[in-house]
């Protein structure tokens, strides 16, 4: 193991909508992206306020303006991460990485379920060895039903350690 490699230490996966709710225990859930050594929690605490990444879904009803909006099916989904921890003055890793979810709703007769999962992190900057970037693949997707109607939902994202993110799907 060397510091210039990088690992998730936490969690790789977790349920973030269950049956049309926020998870119970999605506040209790992290994945990070660390240097490969065992004293990776020693990361400086110089690190960055997290960056928000919003994921929303909505299904509305097709009804006559009068009378009003409704939908079917309604969720945001925040994707969080503090990013630029150093490891004894180098290199940029993330520490922590969880979601929130400030809206979900479903109807009557529709279910949406979300999980989220990360890939195995690797360094976006292998050609340095004393600047490791932290770089690591993210997928939330999902379902969203009815009796006579399935939908699959993802979304895919790659988080780097300086702060920047790419959408992937």
């Given at each position: ?13 977790w ?6 709710e926020?998870h119970?225990?999605i ?7 660390v ?6 929690q020693d ?9 928000k990444?919003r994921?929303?879904?909505?299904w509305?009803?097709?009804?006559p ?9 309604d969720?945001?989904i925040?994707l ?12 940029a890793?993330?520490p922590s ?8 709703y ?13 890939q195995?992190?690797?360094?976006a ?8 970037i ?17 939908q699959?939902?993802e ?5 780097y350690?300086?702060?920047s ?5």
């Amino acid at each position: 193991m060397s510091w210039e490699m990088v690992q998730n230490a936490a969690q790789a996966a977790w349920h973030v909508i269950k049956d049309g709710e926020p998870h119970q225990e999605i506040s209790t859930h992290r994945a990070n992206a660390v240097p490969a050594v065992d004293d990776w929690q020693d990361l400086g605490t110089g690190f960055y306020s997290p960056k928000k990444i919003r994921m929303t879904y909505e299904w509305p009803v097709n009804v006559p303006e009068f009378m009003g909006r409704y939908v079917y099916v309604d969720a945001e989904i925040l994707l969080r991460f503090d990013y630029g921890a150093t490891y004894k003055g180098g290199g940029a890793f993330i520490p922590s990485i969880w979601l929130e979810v400030p809206q979900a709703y479903t109807g009557w007769s529709w279910n949406l379920d979300i999980d989220v999962r990360f890939q195995p992190p690797t360094n976006a900057n292998p050609g340095d060895r004393s600047r490791p970037i932290a770089r690591i693949p993210v997928t939330v997707s999902g379902t969203v039903s009815t009796y006579e109607h399935r939908q699959h939902l993802e979304w895919g994202f790659t988080l780097y350690g300086n702060g920047s993110w790419v959408q992937d799907t």
